[in-house]
């Protein structure tokens, strides 16, 4: 059946598996296989009207969804719903369902089937404009995708494997291989889709050249202007092998380029030295008495001995030195002295009483996250121990002022109120630098930038930048050993390499799969291990690599970012969530959060993320550390500004950016199926919205932008030049 888009159904209702089976699938949709194969055989024949259908109806979803293409459609072009059931009978044995998980694959079988069509129309004189366009977004998504795992074409998950740099050529059902030359680059790791095409011995290989010579191309390359398939593309299945196989659950994918080899004294030491000293630095940061307690005691120290030194030496310190200090009597520098301290307590008073009010506004209009941020501020640290330390200096010194009485002399100690006297117009001019400061500090953009600033500190220091590398999966045995947490709270950091030497010890791997960032329960589990021979492990080695686990994380009451990556996501996600709720509506903040979102997802587009893996001396693995993965990070930071800003076109416009952004940034085939997926969300929330025509259009634009982005394409913005 063939509709007036063209589109032609598979089957006119939902159709069993097999006959008294439970599972029916629905396959009352366009496949694009289909399409294919129907154009391509009246072809043979001659140019009918039933090829131009097909090719039109092809073309229109390739240059509409490009890299995300999926392998059915309904038959006006739409979606295809989910898959649902209706709890009516169906056929014998079986219950009615309705829409079909195509509409959540990708097969790579789709695009490679649209080029023989186009090659056929285009023999025939009927491939238009976009038909050529369509050609040539078919020819880079196979390029850009072509190893990427795909649902072949009956799997239900993307779970085939493929061979790096052996995609199957469409049309012949055989591999075909590239050279190892690659073409030169736009820059940042895409090909330009226009570049001229070579020729010769030296010619493009499928899916890597232009398709601005959409006939030539298609006949050299997929050898179609006779073309006879021999057998389905959708055939031809890559042997697994380890670069290619999907990972079963409880593996873990082990990359040589993130392989730490173990230290061995000093080097030990020094390691976690440094960690103690990161993780102590970070949490007297955010402390807001330290500094002022410290303060305190030094104005103690220098209020008992300054007037001691004056003592011995005011009566010997030359008149050029004297005229400079002070020269009053007892009076005078009691005067001076409680002047001093009364006005430094009020001021000392003042400023506590801002910094809470500042604390106050963080935590309810931003993020009560974001305290940390100011209460590890250097400025207000230094502010409050300046003016306590003015206070109570003035206090220890006026203690030491004596008047003239029959029993004793008058002392005045010339140095120590003199000092007094310098620290109280440095309170000053602090207390006017403070004001500045916080006023400034206050505004979120300062407090998004500084919150910017440390999750790109702290990822340049947890993480190295991505480079290729082969992978093999580890897999974890089925009688692998659970380790227990010893306590709760935040998972704030890990002494690895003591774990290592645990491992070492006991003959063990260990692997360690919840992330810094996770709240730990006591008793839940957090680690997995197993003997490296395969044998068992006895209880000695159970219980010290229980201790060693329970010794090495270290917990916390909050999350920090000294081992977590996610956390300055997590911060200014929050922010922009916090901004778009009823109670600020400021979606501005929102797309300026969103901006800061999308330069850290660029960053962590080309860090390396995989897990952490260290070995022993014999190059063995031992330690596996789990680090959140792209796809992960990616959810994190685009989930609930979609959830949460579906009704503000401004939000979703800003989240399509975002995911083009990273989309460029990007050559990683996983990093570029994660912002697929994110694509398709967003699409359909648009969908779902009632706006406006020409917001719909604007938006629906933006989608399209985001999805060439994936095969390299950055069209520039029509403007009218006069």
């Not at 294919?36 to 009918?48: N, Q, S």
């Not at 659950?249 to 080899?261: G, W």
């Not at 003959?507 to 006591?522: C, K, N, T």
């Not at 660029?602 to 190059?619: H, M, N, Q, V, Y």
Request: proline residues 8%; contains cysteine; charged residues 20%.
């Amino acid at each position: 059946m063939t509709a007036r888009s063209g589109g032609m159904v598979a089957a006119p209702c939902p159709v069993p598996e097999h006959a008294e089976r439970v599972r029916n699938y629905d396959y009352r949709y366009v496949w694009i296989h289909d399409q294919c194969y129907a154009g391509l055989a009246v072809a043979a024949d001659r140019p009918h009207p039933l090829l131009a259908e097909a090719t039109g109806f092809v073309a229109a979803a390739v240059n509409s969804d490009g890299p995300a293409l999926k392998p059915a459609y309904r038959t006006d072009g739409g979606p295809v719903p989910n898959q649902r059931r209706l709890g009516l009978p169906g056929h014998p044995g079986g219950t009615d369902v309705v829409g079909n998980r195509v509409n959540r694959q990708f097969q790579l079988h789709a695009p490679g089937k649209a080029l023989p069509l186009f090659a056929a129309a285009a023999r025939h004189d009927l491939l238009d404009a976009d038909g050529v366009a369509a050609a040539r977004t078919a020819v880079d998504v196979i390029r850009h995708r072509r190893t990427e795992p795909d649902a072949g074409i009956w799997e239900l998950d993307n779970a085939c494997g493929r061979t790096p740099g052996w995609p199957a050529s469409p049309g012949s059902g055989k591999p075909r291989p590239f050279p190892p030359s690659a073409p030169a680059s736009s820059g940042r790791g895409w090909p330009q889709a226009s570049s001229p095409r070579p020729t010769g011995a030296a010619a493009t290989p499928p899916g890597t050249g232009s398709a601005a010579r959409t006939t030539g191309l298609l006949s050299e390359e997929f050898d179609v202007t006779q073309h006879q398939p021999r057998q389905p593309a959708s055939s031809f299945r890559p042997r697994p092998t380890a670069g290619n196989q999907r990972p079963p659950r409880h593996r873990i994918i082990v990359p040589d380029s993130r392989i730490i080899t173990s230290e061995r004294g000093e080097n030990v030491v020094r390691a976690r030295i440094r960690r103690w000293r990161a993780a102590t630095v970070d949490a007297w940061r955010t402390q807001l008495w330290p500094v002022p307690a410290f303060a305190v005691l030094t104005a103690i120290v220098l209020g008992v001995g300054l007037p001691r030194l004056d003592a011995r030496i005011d009566e010997h310190l030359p008149a050029t030195v004297t005229a400079y200090l002070f020269s009053g009597g007892p009076e005078a520098a009691r005067t001076v002295l409680s002047a001093i301290a009364s006005s430094l307590i009020t001021v000392t008073s003042l400023t506590f009483s801002l910094t809470v009010v500042t604390l106050q506004l963080a935590s309810s209009q931003f993020s009560p996250r974001l305290l940390r941020t100011f209460t590890r501020d250097r400025l207000v640290h230094a502010s409050l121990g300046l003016l306590l330390a003015t206070f109570v200096y003035a206090l220890t010194v006026l203690r030491t002022v004596r008047a003239s009485l029959s029993d004793q002399t008058a002392f005045v100690p010339q140095i120590a109120v003199t000092v007094a006297y310098l620290l109280a117009l440095a309170a000053v001019l602090m207390l006017v630098v403070f004001l500045a400061h916080l006023a400034r500090q206050i505004r979120v953009e300062r407090m998004m930038s500084e919150v910017h600033a440390d999750t790109t500190a702290t990822m340049n220091h947890l993480l190295s930048d991505a480079e290729p590398h082969s992978r093999a999966p580890l897999a974890v045995p089925a009688d692998a050993v659970v380790l227990h947490a010893d306590r709760s709270g935040f998972f704030s950091s890990i002494d690895d390499h003591a774990l290592l030497s645990a491992a070492n010890t006991a003959s063990a791997v260990v692997y360690v799969d919840r992330l810094p960032g996770e709240s730990l329960i006591a008793g839940t589990p957090v680690a997995h291990a197993w003997a490296r021979n395969g044998d068992e492990l006895d209880g000695a080695a159970r219980e010290q690599l229980q201790r060693c686990i329970a010794q090495s994380i270290d917990t916390g009451f909050e999350r920090t970012a000294v081992q977590d990556v996610a956390f300055g996501l997590r911060q200014l996600v929050d922010v922009t969530v916090k901004a778009l709720s009823p109670g600020v509506n400021d979606p501005t903040t929102a797309v300026h959060g969103l901006g800061h979102i999308a330069a850290l997802l660029c960053e962590l587009a080309r860090k390396d993320l995989g897990p952490r893996i260290l070995t022993d001396s014999d190059d063995q693995v031992r330690v596996v550390l789990r680090r959140p993965s792209f796809t992960e990070l990616l959810e994190l930071a685009v989930a609930q500004p979609r959830r949460y800003g579906a009704k503000d076109p401004d939000v979703l416009s800003r989240l399509a950016m975002l995911l083009r952004e990273v989309a460029w940034s990007t050559t990683d085939p996983e990093h570029h199926l994660a912002v697929a997926t994110q694509v398709d969300r967003l699409a359909a929330t648009i969908d779902r919205q009632d706006f406006d025509t020409t917001e719909h259009e604007r938006l629906h634009g933006e989608i399209r932008a985001a999805r060439e982005a994936l095969i390299g394409r950055w069209p520039a913005t029509p403007t009218h030049v006069p």
